[in-house]
């Protein structure tokens, strides 16, 4: 199956700074690698998403990008706010029936 | 009018009972999901059904056993109850080839002592 790795594993900013999280996977069959967000005490929710023939996608202060040969794709944050505190995970799926998570990210925003 | 819906939400039992999770979700998916999350927040994918088809049977316990009557919903049953099996577990469900991504159930907080 697939193996995605997820790093860093804690994260703090300064509100306003950007955050970055970054993912690698190792099946190059994956094709699909959204990121959900789990605020404390809730469930995960889906952010973003990315297809493998997408190299960029935005929406609004949130961007993933993919780099398919390199098999690794990231998270980035800009002009995080307090509101932004959560844990945040990545996914990759080959075609098929099921996602593969990271191991999580846990991102503190500091106001 | 919540999408996935887990009960119940929390769940305190001594060891070596037996409990069940249910789960119900009325977004017309096909596919459902147990999963299991530890203290560490990693997310361990458990079982899967599709269209009341056993799909993903991951290696946990026999003391485990998924149940779906129908393509709505999806059960889980836990005998013999452990220290260990104390987590948060949530239920999930998607369409045909992972399309939106997982919606997940709220989770239902298992505490054993």
């Known amino acids: 199956g697939e193996n995605v790795e997820q790093h860093p594993s804690t994260l703090s900013v300064q509100e306003g700074d950007s955050a970055v999280i970054k993912c690698t996977y190792s099946d190059s069959a994956s094709n699909y690698f959204p990121w959900y967000k789990q605020e404390l005490g809730k469930r995960p929710q889906l952010i973003i998403d990315i297809r493998s023939n997408v190299g960029e996608k935005k929406d609004q202060r949130i961007a993933v990008t993919l780099n398919k040969t390199a098999k690794h794709f990231s998270l980035h944050i800009t002009e995080t706010q307090p509101e932004d505190s959560a844990v945040y995970f990545c996914a990759a799926s080959i075609p098929g029936n099921q996602f593969y998570f990271g191991t999580g990210t846990s991102l503190t925003v500091i106001p | 009018d919540t999408a996935v819906s887990q009960t119940p939400k929390y769940l305190v039992t001594q060891m070596g009972n037996d409990k069940s999770i249910k789960c119900e979700q009325n977004?017309?998916?096909?596919?459902m999901y147990w999963y299991k999350q530890d203290s560490k927040k990693f997310l361990k994918i458990m079982f899967s059904?599709?269209?009341?088809?056993?799909?993903i049977n991951e290696t946990v316990p026999n003391r485990f056993s998924p149940k779906s009557p129908d393509k709505a919903h999806l059960n889980l049953h836990i005998n013999s109850l452990e220290l260990g099996d104390s987590a948060v577990y949530f239920c999930?469900?998607?369409?045909?080839?992972?399309?939106?991504?997982?919606?997940f159930g709220s989770g239902t907080r298992l505490t054993v002592v």
């Open positions: 059904y599709n269209n009341k088809e056993l799909i």
């Open positions: 999930a469900s998607t369409l045909p080839g992972l399309r939106g991504g997982y919606t």
């Open positions: 977004l017309g998916h096909d596919t």
